[in-house]
């Protein structure tokens, strides 16, 4: 009776670990239905690469939600306006050949005022990306995917 008792206690504890092993790989805030956010995506071409600097995420303006891995080993990050301004972040990137960093800064204006508007602002590397304007009417956030960078010397 014993054994059966601490058989069905590790089985509880694992599905326990497992689900918030889970609902740490989500966003805490779902971007869906608001033009608050933006959600910057990067490639598989990347992140063969580089690696994401999380630590080094500087927020000029906003609020960071963090970065997590998606299915097709990507990543995602998400960041939201606050205090009447968009979201506004810089990533940094290490080649994990030479550790040479690359830099890309990300802004999206405040939804309300501009209907999201987004700027890409290569700091260090030359970028390829595609955006999606977040919109206030259509209550969608706004997208930036980050395809290719490449340093060259």
Known sequence: MIKN?????????GCVFA????????F?????ETCDYLVVHISKNILDDYNLLRDNIVMNNGISHGCHATLGDTQDCQFE???????????SFKRKTDGQIATVRAQQ???????????????SGKWE????EG???SNRHGEV????????N
């Open 5 to 13: 008792k601490s058989y069905i206690i590790t089985i509880l504890l």
């Open 19 to 26: 689900t918030q092993a889970y609902a740490s790989n989500k």
């Open 28 to 32: 805490k805030v779902d971007p869906s």
């Open 81 to 91: 306006q606050g205090n009447a301004y968009g979201p506004d972040a810089t990533l």
């Open 109 to 123: 204006n405040f939804c309300f005022w501009e209907a999201g508007s987004i700027t890409v602002a290569p700091i």
């Open 129 to 132: 990306y595609r955006t999606r």
């Open 135 to 137: 919109s206030y009417g």
């Open 145 to 152: 995917w980050l395809d290719q960078v490449s340093l060259n």
